[in-house]
T-cell receptor, first 113, second 114 residues
Framework: DAKTTQPPSMDCAEGRAANLPCNHS???????VYWYRQIHSQGPQYIIH???NNETNEMASLIITEDRKSSTLILPHATLRDTAVYYC??????????????FGEGTQLTVNP | KAGVTQTPRYLIKTRGQQVTLSCSPI?????VSWYQQTPGQGLQFLFE???????NKGNFPGRFSGRQFSNSRSEMNVSTLELGDSALYLC?????????????FGPGTRLTVL
């Protein structure tokens, strides 16, 4: 699976949009971009994933650049409960990959009142 | 639908002992993966089971083992515990491995080795 690079920490004001960047310059054509987050001492939580088109769900939006070498997770109206470590993961699907997720160090997002 | 459950939630053991952790996946999910999380190494993949067969294994010594039962419940075992095995052990379930669906994580078991 491709390696990802994320800033170690970010701050955001409550109610504002949080934009979390991820660099994955060595991504392969069959690899998806996944985002998970982990609130302190809890299990990680799935947020969203995509291949090349932008994606949106009730939690967030995922913007993937046209060359797929980077992406941005957008939390449109951050709340205090969004304070967590956010992980950007790139993985291929298929039999050999299984369900394995390779976590990096992630970005600690702190939402301030 | 009930989430992934892990038991026990907290455990204290001494060096040299062995420990067994349990994970019950979401109903209908057949794939179970295990992860170890430590402050120094972060979240690391241990192994994955599907239909009672280990499909993937991370880079951990043979002291770490697991199994899956016909009802998809899974256990992992760590023998001859070392201080460095102190960690949060997380279990995740998904419907089918490799298909891209989200994985659901349990709350974890916090293991402390003294």
């Amino acid at each position: 699976d491709a390696k990802t690079t994320q800033p170690p920490s970010m701050d955001c004001a409550e109610g504002r949009a949080a934009n979390l960047p991820c660099n994955h310059s060595t991504i392969s054509g069959n690899e998806y971009v996944y985002w998970y987050r982990q609130i302190h001492s809890q299990g990680p939580q799935y947020i969203i994933h995509g291949l090349k088109n932008n994606e949106t769900n009730e939690m967030a939006s995922l913007i993937i650049t046209e060359d797929r070498k980077s992406s941005t997770l957008i939390l449109p109206h951050a709340t205090l409960r969004d304070t967590a470590v956010y992980y950007c993961i790139v993985r291929a699907l298929g039999e050999t990959s299984g369900s394995r997720l390779t976590f990096g160090e992630g970005t600690q997002l702190t939402v301030n009142p | 639908k009930a989430g992934v459950t892990q038991t026990p939630r907290y455990l204290i053991k001494t060096r040299g002992q062995q420990v067994t952790l349990s994970c019950s996946p979401i109903s209908g999910h057949r794939s179970v993966s295990w992860y170890q999380q430590t402050p120094g190494q972060g979240l690391q993949f241990l192994f994955e089971y599907f239909s009672e067969t280990q499909r993937n294994k991370g880079n951990f010594p043979g002291r770490f083992s697991g199994r899956q039962f016909s009802n998809s419940r899974s256990e992992m075992n760590v023998s001859t515990l070392e201080l460095g095995d102190s960690a949060l052990y997380l279990c995740a379930s998904s419907s089918l491995p490799g298909t891209g669906g989200e994985q659901f994580f349990g709350p974890g078991t916090r293991l402390t080795v003294l």
